[in-house]
């Protein structure tokens, strides 16, 4: 009886091994960026309001993006899913750009048992690896709950430093702070004296606040982007102008997803390849300096 006993344990031990190795699951995700205002900047007052709100409606819409993330217990894929672009629309290689400078990447790879991520970036036509260490945020838990897709969800918040190269970071100056001598400055520069730069009407911020909902009833350690480290998946993140939401979930699918890491581009850290990126923007802006301004980048032809 004893034998019987010892074996059943043994059985039902491997089943719930061989179940956990199997745990698989994928969520599909929203992200969208508010988009900043045209009107008012300083530089534009030459541009019509339908020039205005064309622009705004086309950084809309390439600030709306749809991602998937596949999961097991240890490591998950996360990725933007590809689009059929309309007949005769243009902008491909313009969203390949917008990509670069956003945050946008191929294959985002978490390892939460090494705490490390693997990701490719395309920049300027070249292609990089990113290979660092998953970045650790001190969560603060808190007992706040709301329902996502029947799932309960948990409050979580932390505060991050903010990337200098993601332009969602990126947001207008606010005038009505600026003391009396500036604002003679951008008089000066908006009435031909001195030509102002598009970016001159944005400022990043040093540090950005990070609310998380996180589900206990998917217990794994991921999220979307480089996020992590909470007792459950992660289902929203609002990271300043950025949310992310998600708006599907399957757990263990018949067919299995690959989830490993990318291996093409150029093999360098995320200081490395940030640094490739902001030398890149002073060039853009030296070129730019002494221009006519505005939003060209946005606007295309």
């Not at 950084?59 to 689009?83: G, H, N, P, Q, R």
């Not at 400055?185 to 400022?203: A, C, L, P, Q, R």
């Not at 002073?282 to 939003?295: L, Q």
């Amino acid at each position: 009886m004893k034998n019987i006993s010892y074996y059943l344990f043994l059985m039902l031990a491997f089943t719930q091994l061989h179940a956990q190795k199997d745990f698989q699951g994928m969520a599909v995700y929203e992200s969208k960026t508010q988009a900043p205002k045209i009107e008012g900047m300083r530089g534009n007052r030459d541009m019509t309001p339908e020039m205005q709100k064309n622009i705004e409606e086309r950084m809309k819409k390439m600030l709306e993006k749809t991602f998937i993330l596949s999961f097991d217990k240890s490591a998950s894929v996360y990725k933007e899913e590809e689009k059929l672009e309309a007949p005769g629309q243009q902008g491909g290689g313009m969203r390949v750009m917008m990509n670069s400078f956003m945050g946008g990447g191929g294959i985002f790879y978490k390892d939460v048992k090494t705490k490390s991520y693997t990701v490719d970036k395309e920049f300027m036509g070249k292609e990089f690896l990113v290979i660092d260490s998953l970045p650790k945020l001190n969560w603060k838990l808190e007992p706040e709950t709301k329902q996502i897709g029947g799932y309960t969800c948990y409050r979580a918040t932390a505060v991050k430093e903010a990337s200098k190269t993601d332009f969602r970071n990126f947001r207008p100056k606010n005038n009505d702070e600026k003391k009396p001598e500036d604002k003679k400055d951008d008089v000066k520069k908006t009435s031909g004296e001195t030509k102002t730069n598009f970016e001159d009407n944005f400022e990043m911020p040093k540090e950005i606040i990070v609310t998380a909902w996180y589900s206990p009833e998917i217990p794994v350690n991921q999220g979307p982007e480089n996020y992590w480290g909470l007792p459950g998946l992660i289902l929203e993140v609002n990271d300043g102008r950025t949310t992310i939401l998600c708006s599907k979930i399957v757990l263990n699918a018949k067919d299995k997803v690959t989830i490993k890491a990318s291996t093409k581009g150029k093999v360098v850290s995320q200081k490395e390849y940030d640094e490739t990126v902001i030398k890149k923007m002073e060039e853009f802006r030296e070129m730019n300096r002494g221009r006519s301004s505005g939003p060209a980048i946005m606007g295309g032809r």
